[in-house]
């Protein structure tokens, strides 16, 4: 996915260029490996935030980790809050 910037306000547009495909099976792999008693226990909001990194890493490898995911995180927040 890709940030559109408009060049005469510099700022960051909520426009986003999707992926040319999404990796559903990666997807569907990611949430049959998770293990909630590994990653943080039974809390929803660790559950949630890990479902939304799940979904970033099978748009776009640049969203793996910590840094992609605070990435995508901040584009989704983005475009929720217009």
């Not at 547009?13 to 495909?21: A, D, M, Y």
């Not at 990796?23 to 660790?46: A, M, R």
Request: glycine share 6%; charged share 25%.
């Amino acid at each position: 996915m890709e940030e559109k910037r408009h060049s005469s306000q510099n700022k960051v547009s909520t426009e986003i260029t999707p992926p040319p495909k999404v990796d559903w099976n990666q997807f569907l792999d990611y949430i049959n490996s998770y293990d909630p008693t590994k990653h943080g226990g039974n809390n929803p909001t660790t559950i949630q935030e890990d479902v939304i990194y799940g979904i970033g890493i099978c748009s776009n490898n640049e969203f793996k980790f910590a840094d992609g995911y605070r990435n995508f995180k901040d584009i989704l927040v983005k475009r929720w809050s217009k």
